[in-house]
């Protein structure tokens, strides 16, 4: 799903109905180079992509930490200090001056609907309006909002997914780009860009719930064929173990980290008190795994059809590095659950190596995708 393919440049970028516009996508040989920035409450991350053989490979990448209060749940409460770090960034990324970026999917509003084949995007447009008071509780003057068709056989009926999100939300990052001196090309739902990461894209790909296990909280995605129908957070997050394991086993920051990554939930007995610190939060994310699995995986139809059989969970975000993991959440919902592939569209391991560790990779799908965009 894409809020934006395209973005309008100059002195339009202060103009948010064309920043969110995608009716006349710019071809990508006409685009400038683009980085990836992924913006968190607790930092900005950015990569970029250049052509190497057949693929790809990395420019350059890097994070900056934000200082709290700048962006607080997704949202943005200081957009001069925002654009402050972007200038840093920029300063990062070896002249490129154009950005692709993600919106927070705690302010989203994700759904899926079915329009006439065929359907001319301005009438696809009005019937989204028509839903908003059955789905989003903002009207569409206060909105942003955009629609991606999610690849099916012919038929009478297309299904979309449509991402809404509120226009002061927006406008507070398409003015921090603005004031950093970056070009916006896109803004897009974080569960896009980790899906352009990690799904494979294809017809016969199953619906896969893909998990951002971050430091505060987690995202939850819903991917039909690699496109989100679904998003939620919960305050979950893997920063909880981190201070668990300090209070309670008595470790350092640097000691509790290591833990999680190599013994996790697959400590020793006599780890008693680190794999207790670890197990009330492993338990609560497994609870909400276990709960938006289960009702994407029974939902019916009017017929009485499984609409949206889940066959596959993806963990991504750095603290699904936790040793053990995919296993412990599959035996709670008694399904595959693996950490997402999120190189494999970028390169062939056996022609490059990225210079990102492969656990510190997992904090960068939300990047990886987003410079996948114009790549």
């Known amino acids: 799903m894409r809020l934006t393919a395209s973005i309008s440049l100059g002195e339009r970028m202060s103009d948010l109905s064309r920043a969110l516009s995608r009716a006349f996508p710019m071809p990508k040989s006409l685009l400038p180079p683009a980085a990836g920035i992924d913006i968190s409450d607790a930092s900005v991350k950015w990569l970029v992509l250049e052509p190497y053989g057949n693929a790809k490979r990395i420019r350059t990448y890097g994070e900056v930490p934000l200082k709290d209060g700048i962006v607080i ?16 960034v920029r300063g990062h990324l070896g002249g490129i001056r154009s950005a692709h970026a993600a919106l ?21 447009l009005r019937m989204i309006e028509f839903e908003f008071e059955g789905r989003v509780p903002i009207p569409p003057s206060a909105a942003v909002y955009d629609f991606n068709f999610i690849p099916a056989r012919a038929s009478e009926q297309e299904e979309i997914s449509v991402t809404v999100f509120p226009r002061d939300i927006a406008q507070a990052y398409v ?3 603005r004031m950093a001196g970056l070009t916006l090309l ?8 980790i899906a352009r990461a990690v799904s494979s894209g294809g017809q016969e790909e199953p619906v896969t719930l893909v998990v951002d296990f971050g430091r505060a909280r987690t995202g939850f995605a819903v991917l039909k064929r690699g496109v989100p129908i679904f998003t939620s957070t919960v305050e979950v997050g893997g920063d909880a173990i981190t201070h668990a394991l300090v209070d309670g086993a008595h470790l350092t920051a640097e000691q509790a980290a290591e833990f999680k990554n190599e013994q996790g939930l697959m400590a020793a007995k006599g780890e008693s008190a680190a794999l ?19 009702y994407w995986d029974t939902r019916r139809n009017d017929r009485g059809d499984r609409m949206t059989p889940v066959g596959d969970v993806v963990l991504v975000g750095g603290n699904a590095n936790l040793k053990g993991l995919p296993e412990y959440i599959a035996g709670r919902v008694q399904s595959k659950v693996e950490r997402g592939e999120v190189w494999r569209h970028v390169a062939n391991f056996d022609e490059y190596i990225p210079p990102i560790d492969r656990r510190i990779s997992l904090q960068y799908a939300t990047a990886i995708g987003l410079a996948l965009r114009g790549a």
């Open 73 to 88: 749940s997704g949202v943005i409460q200081d957009t001069r200090a925002l654009a402050q770090a972007l200038a840093e």
């Open 104 to 124: 927070p999917e705690e302010a989203a509003y994700v759904f899926s609907m079915t329009v006439p084949h065929a359907t001319p995007r301005e009438q696809v």
């Open 175 to 177: 003015d921090s780009f």
């Open 186 to 193: 896109s803004l897009e739902v974080e569960a896009s860009s």
């Open 276 to 294: 207790e610190a670890i197990s009330g939060t492993a338990s609560a994310l497994a609870d909400e795994i276990s709960r938006h699995y289960h």
